[in-house]
């Protein structure tokens, strides 16, 4: 069955440091998505990309964050100087029909020390 | 802004049915959705209702939309211990980002 695949699955990094998480959506899908849960806390929405672009994002997705399509297989999510907040479980999803029944990764855990 | 909410602990022994039960308040919502997540796992799909029915049926799962209420309640017959994960209620409107809650983590005990 196709998935969603992230890496890495655990990430420490620095505070102020640039991270970039990567995703390789399911190969039809056309609509990708960013979500991230901080611990004990919802899953909430960060962007969504369709047609090369960003087509909705979220009041969390501040110019620190960037995301990218850089070639036909790999959708990545950037955050360019790492904050303690910025902590949390990242997951990637991706549909053929826009955010009815995406499908998700397994999630990167992003740890800011 | 909108929100789902879920209490957070189930616990049920091997062979019960397990009633796990969210509230929403975005009565525009068009879908409602459970995603399971099992540890070390991304977020499964597991079933999702129209707002315009009021039960739908899956093999040992039942989901139950009461809209005047805003309440949904999934439903596991006969539940496993490999049942045990945590369940996320999701709504959204169509095309739009899907609003979480909290998850509520269910134990099975044999």
């Known amino acids: 069955e196709p998935e969603v695949t992230q890496t890495p699955s655990h990430q420490v990094t620095q505070m102020g440091q640039e991270v970039i998480l990567r995703c390789v959506p399911i190969?039809?899908?056309?609509?990708f998505y960013w979500y991230r849960q901080i611990l004990g806390q919802k899953v909430e929405f960060l962007v969504s990309?369709?047609?090369?672009?960003?087509?909705?994002k979220s009041e969390i997705f501040d110019d620190q964050f960037s995301v990218e399509r850089p070639d036909g297989s790999n959708f990545t999510l950037k955050i360019r100087s790492t904050k303690l907040e910025d902590s949390a479980m990242y997951f990637c999803?991706?549909?053929?029909?826009?955010?009815?029944?995406?499908?998700f990764g397994q999630g990167t855990r992003l740890t800011v020390v | 802004g909108e929100d789902v909410e879920q209490s957070l602990f189930l616990s049920v022994r091997e062979g019960d049915s397990s009633v796990i039960n969210c509230t929403y308040t975005?009565?525009?919502?068009?879908?409602l959705y459970w995603y399971k997540q099992e540890p070390g796992a991304g977020l499964q799909l597991l079933t999702y209702?129209?707002?315009?029915?009021d039960m739908k049926q899956d093999q040992r799962l039942t989901v139950l939309l009461n809209k005047k209420d805003k309440h949904l309640s999934l439903r596991i017959a006969d539940t496993q211990t490999g049942d045990s994960a945590i369940y996320f209620c999701?709504?959204?409107?169509?095309?739009?980002?899907?609003?979480f809650g909290k998850g509520t983590t269910l134990s099975v005990s044999s």
């Open positions: 999803a991706s549909s053929d029909r826009g955010h009815d029944e995406a499908f």
């Open positions: 190969s039809n899908h056309l609509y």
């Open positions: 990309f369709y047609n090369n672009e960003i087509s909705e």
């Open positions: 975005d009565s525009s919502s068009t879908y």
């Open positions: 209702i129209f707002s315009n029915m």
């Open positions: 999701a709504s959204n409107q169509a095309g739009t980002a899907l609003i």
